[in-house]
């Protein structure tokens, strides 16, 4: 299917970029003089620029945009796999749209969604450079870590902040293989 290969083109193609760019990139397009505002006032949405750079939503608008890809790709792997006899038999028995979904697609793709999840998670927990270019107020784990290295000198509480996402990973793992759910995969 051509369309098919389109979107996963379109999920894949951030990766050809480095991941600084595409976080600087953001910076272009919310900033008060940006694309997105410039488009805005240019349709009349809009009398005066919304400030959107170094807040909450640019930190969350980021992340979401660096490490989608990383949930949409286990989930795309297992949707090409999915027997499409069983969608049909689903709806020979009266099944449509979403009650199709969540009784017959969803439990299929419960593997996928663990394994994209731990993508997702372990890599966004560390996540330190967001932050410092598109956000302001938020705090991650990782820019506390680097403000008690660097500024602060506190290497004890970075050290203990820095084990929090293996404490967590480890936590999420074990519980994602005691459920069984990644033995599909």
């Not at 997105?36 to 949405?45: D, R």
């Amino acid at each position: 299917d051509p369309r098919r290969q389109i979107l996963l083109t379109l999920v894949v193609l951030p990766f050809w970029t480095s991941f600084l760019l595409r976080v600087y990139a953001w910076q272009g397009f919310l900033r008060s003089n940006g694309v997105i505002n410039n488009f805005l006032l240019w349709t009349g949405i809009i009398d005066t620029p919304l400030v959107m750079l170094q807040t909450n939503f640019a930190v969350y608008l980021g992340i979401v945009y660096t490490y989608l890809p990383f949930m949409i790709l286990p989930l795309y792997a297992n949707l090409v796999k999915l027997d499409e006899s069983l969608l049909e038999a689903s709806a020979d028995l009266g099944g449509r749209g979403w009650r199709t979904f969540w009784s017959v697609a969803l439990p299929m793709l419960v593997p996928s969604i663990f394994a994209g999840s731990i993508f997702t998670f372990s890599l966004s927990l560390g996540d330190y450079i967001t932050v410092q270019i598109v956000g302001g107020k938020t705090q991650l784990i990782g820019n506390l870590v680097y403000a008690n290295v660097g500024a602060a000198d506190n290497l004890p509480f970075a050290a203990a902040l820095a084990t929090i996402p293996a404490v967590i990973m480890v936590i999420y793992l074990y519980a994602v293989s005691r459920s069984g759910a990644l033995e599909e995969l």
